[in-house]
């Protein structure tokens, strides 16, 4: 009895694997309307933030390349999921901009965060590269 409790038989196995279901999206091209109808959006509201933010010493045509980029890096992605989750992610995050829960510096670190320079790890460069 207590040999046979570790055991997965091909019927067992067999049971395990199940279709996952899409999170909002059926296909592909559903998947596709949707990250161009956030897109859209995130487009027509970007002269808003711009000025709600103050985000004024980079210009509105720079804020929206940047605002692009950050879609068309993703680009690669192919599993309806994980796209679903990137739209969903996006909605949380326009929400958020909407109702004023960032400051203009969680804004601009979410569209500019390749220009921060990381911090250092280990004790000795955190040491070496502090401003006195």
């Known amino acids: 009895m207590a ?3 570790g055991r997965v038989t091909k019927a067992g196995a067999d049971a395990l694997t199940r279709y996952v279901a899409p999170v909002v999206s059926t296909s592909q091209d559903e998947a596709r309307r949707r990250v161009l109808s956030i897109y859209k959006e995130v487009q027509r509201l970007a002269p808003k933030f711009w000025f709600e933010y103050d985000l004024r010493e980079i210009s509105l045509p720079a804020l929206r390349t940047v605002l692009k980029k950050q ?8 599993d309806i999921r994980a796209i679903d989750r990137r739209v969903g992610e996006t909605h949380e995050h326009l929400e958020n901009i909407r109702m004023y829960y960032y400051n203009r510096d969680h804004v601009r670190n979410m ?16 040491f070496l590269s502090r401003k006195d």
Not at 71 to 78: Q, R
Not at 116 to 125: A, G, M, R, V, Y
């Open 3 to 5: 040999g046979t409790t």
């Open 71 to 78: 879609f068309t890096k993703n680009a690669h992605l192919s």
């Open 111 to 126: 569209l500019f965060h390749e220009n921060i320079e990381p911090q250092p790890k280990d004790f000795l460069s955190r």
